[in-house]
């Protein structure tokens, strides 16, 4: 894979588990951009699944169906740094630092007000389903 030259981006849990889900681990499988996650998102998003009660096969489905595309970062080596001051939920703490860890460009969030006030952080652009889903099909 030539990352040099493709969008990357980390899908919040929320967003892995939205509307848009779907169509983003699509254009991940094509080739538009790479996904970048980490075992703490995985885990997370596996957790609330079994919350909302989905069928095991559609959880299995969907965490086979990332897997597959998604190159996996290790959030625990970004130790330096406190969040605190941003980062109004301690529980975005280990998204940011897959963001960071992947050296991603964009983080793809629900919750734009948990993250920094400029919706960038140490090279990462924060944005909305929407907005990601713009920016790799203009055309749309």
Do not use: C
Not at 63 to 80: C, K, M, N, R, Y
Request: glycine share 6%; charged share 25%.
């Amino acid at each position: 894979m030539d990352r040099q030259r493709r969008i990357s981006a980390v899908l919040d849990t929320n967003v892995l588990l939205g509307v848009m889900r779907r169509r983003l681990i699509l254009l991940a499988s094509l080739g538009v951009y790479q996904l970048v996650t980490s075992k703490y998102i995985i885990d997370e998003v596996q957790r609330i699944m079994a919350e909302l009660r989905w069928g095991r096969a559609g959880a299995e489905a969907q965490i086979q169906a990332i897997l597959l595309v998604a190159e996996l970062v290790d959030e625990q080596v970004i130790t330096g740094g406190n969040y605190d001051l941003w980062l109004h939920d301690p529980a975005d703490h280990p998204i940011m630092a897959t963001a960071i860890a992947g050296g991603v460009d964009y983080l793809v969030t629900q919750d734009l007000k948990d993250f920094p006030p400029k919706q960038r952080f140490a090279g990462t652009t924060i944005i909305t389903p929407e907005a990601f889903l713009r920016l790799l099909t203009p055309e749309d």
